[in-house]
């Protein structure tokens, strides 16, 4: 269990991250969602006592990182594939991480194993790939067999088939009841991996929501093309409906779907052109959201930190 | 919590596992065996000089001409140990398994003293056997150490000094946080600042030339020398310099955010 309360941090005068309250429960994936510089990863770092807050908290567990008792044993965290020291083994980078938190030294042969390092476990970690670095990086997290996962844009980098190992294995690790938050700044991502959202932007919750929910949510308005259109427009408003008009006069549809709309022209006599159920893509939603999360804070833009 | 006992010997399996402290080892033994060939030309040239002439020779002591070096290499050591973890970013990996800082750097620090001791205690040992074997029974000033036993203290105090300089080291690159700078500072205070000391007027050379780092070595054995502490004061000199690199190694390291 997550809980992040209120949280704040100021670069000067702005805010990277800004009064933002949230939970992760266990046995789910939450995709942590928002565009570059929304302020996940400075969460996540506040979250593993990388960085302080400037005011609020985030615990772990009901503690704060540094308080928890060797933490490698309750959170297992990626924050990037550059973490291990690449003139070191994949195995002696895992063995001190191990010695550190009293973990027993063959848990480093059973996670290499489980993240298909094993072959590879005593080349430098300068040598390996993006995606074996990546891999190395969930071995790390797995050592300690910890209830409670954090990942920071794991899929970054990586290849279709080491976004379907990563996709998988949080799955997998969820399905075992484990607490699982990673961070992305791709909404198609997060449709197919995660099972809650939370969307930041410029600092602040924007929505906190499961995939199905928002998906059903912005999913259905029709567009509807008709000689007569303003007629049309008013027998749907009648109906309840939302009708918007686009630049080249067709209509927006909202609250009706295609069968309703086409069976309220015939009963009309009024002829129809086109009809056509559009479902917003989440990437699209997504964007909405995160604009206008944008938008109420007029703060300069900080560079990018993702 | 992480006890500190679990921690050092993490911080021994990744100290050992750096590449570069076997390279700043072998560069303390490329020190010590040219400060042997400057010790034995010295001691060819003592031999063909006349009675007058060889009264006028300096010490041929170690800890002047092999130490101070040997002192930077182990010393770059200890600063490896947390600048390396910067400079590549593992400094997150580490501080995920150890998040408790003042426990990661004290660690780290318990781990720079018995590199840097032991390291220190090997390499004077030898540059002083090596020393010894050249001057044979060649009396002073050249040779101040008649017999074997009387350099023992020369030879603890030497490995005193390491110790000090790789603690220092660490408590450099806890601050500075960079590779460069940090190797950079840490040549400027064993290397440099005793030549600078030179150009002083001498009431400031001995004032100043007394606090620094390898000149702490003949102070802390006692004995004849110009400098101006008591081994008293030197052991101070030397603690001094312990708490104050960890100590803002310590503030600097806990209070900054890792990026």
């Not at chain 2, 041929?60 to 050591?77: E, L, N, Q, S």
């Amino acid at each position: 269990m997550i809980e992040v309360r209120e949280l704040t941090k100021r670069y000067g005068p702005t805010s990277a991250v800004d009064g933002l309250s949230f939970e992760v429960r266990p046995g789910a994936v939450t995709g942590f969602l928002g565009p570059n510089g929304a302020g996940k990863s400075t969460t996540l770092r506040i979250l593993l006592g990388l960085q302080r807050p400037t005011s609020g908290e985030a615990l772990i567990g009901g503690l704060r990182y540094d308080q928890i008792c060797r933490p490698l044993r309750r959170v297992g965290a990626v924050l990037d594939a550059g973490a291990a020291h690449p003139g070191r083994t994949a195995f002696t980078h895992l063995a001190g991480l191990a010695r550190s938190n009293g973990i027993a030294g063959d848990r480093v042969t059973t996670v290499l194993e489980e993240v298909g390092l094993a072959s590879v476990a005593h080349q430098r970690v300068g040598r390996f790939s993006l995606g074996m670095r990546q891999r190395l990086g969930i071995a790390a997290a797995l050592l300690g067999d910890p209830a409670v996962i954090v990942l920071d844009e794991p899929v970054n980098g990586l290849d279709a088939a080491g976004i379907r190992w990563i996709r998988s294995t949080l799955r997998a690790l969820a399905a075992e009841g484990r607490t699982v938050l990673l961070s992305s700044h791709l909404m198609s991502e997060m449709a197919v991996t995660a099972d809650h959202v939370l969307i930041i932007g410029r600092g602040r919750l924007v929505e906190e929501t499961s995939v199905a929910e928002l998906r059903s949510r912005f999913e259905r308005d029709v567009l509807v093309r008709s000689p007569r259109a303003p007629e049309l427009s008013h027998v749907l408003t009648g109906l309840g409906a939302t009708v918007t008009v686009t630049g080249d006069g067709d209509l927006v549809v909202a609250g009706a779907g295609a069968p309703a709309v086409g069976e309220a022209a015939a009963a009309a006599s009024i002829p129809l052109h086109g009809l056509t159920a559009r479902s917003a893509t989440l990437e699209d939603v997504y964007l909405r959201m995160t604009e206008e999360a944008a938008d109420f804070q007029a703060a300069p833009e900080r560079p990018a930190r993702s | 919590m992480s006890t500190l006992q679990d921690t050092v010997a993490a911080e021994w399996i990744k100290i050992r596992s750096l590449r570069s402290t076997s390279a700043f080892l072998a560069g303390g033994v490329v020190a010590m065996l040219l400060g042997g060939l400057i010790l034995f030309l010295l001691v060819q040239s003592y031999d063909a000089a006349s009675a007058a002439d060889r009264l006028n020779y300096e010490t041929a002591d170690p800890t002047v001409v092999t130490m101070p070096f040997v002192a930077f290499f182990v010393g770059a050591i200890g600063a490896m140990s947390v600048t390396s973890e910067f400079t590549t970013g593992s400094i997150g990996a580490a501080l995920l398994a150890v998040p408790r800082r003042r426990v990661l750097l004290g660690a780290k620090a318990a781990v720079a003293a018995l590199v840097g001791g032991a390291a220190g205690a090997g390499f004077s040992l030898m540059a002083f056997a090596d020393a010894r074997l050249m001057l044979g029974n060649r009396p002073a000033p050249l040779n101040p150490w008649p017999r074997w036993t009387d350099a023992v203290p020369t030879v603890l105090a030497a490995a005193v000094v390491v110790l000090v300089t790789c603690v220092v080291g660490l408590g450099l690159g806890a601050v500075m946080r960079s590779t460069a700078a940090t190797l950079t500072t840490l040549g400027g205070l064993v290397l440099v600042a005793p030549i600078f000391a030179h150009f002083l007027p001498t009431t400031w050379q001995l004032r100043f030339g007394s606090i620094l780092l390898p000149n702490l070595a003949p102070q802390l054995a006692g004995g004849d020398h110009p400098w101006l502490l008591s081994q008293g004061g030197a052991v101070a000199a030397a603690a001094a310099y312990v708490v104050l690199a960890l100590g803002a190694g310590a503030v600097s390291f806990g209070r900054r955010d890792i990026s």
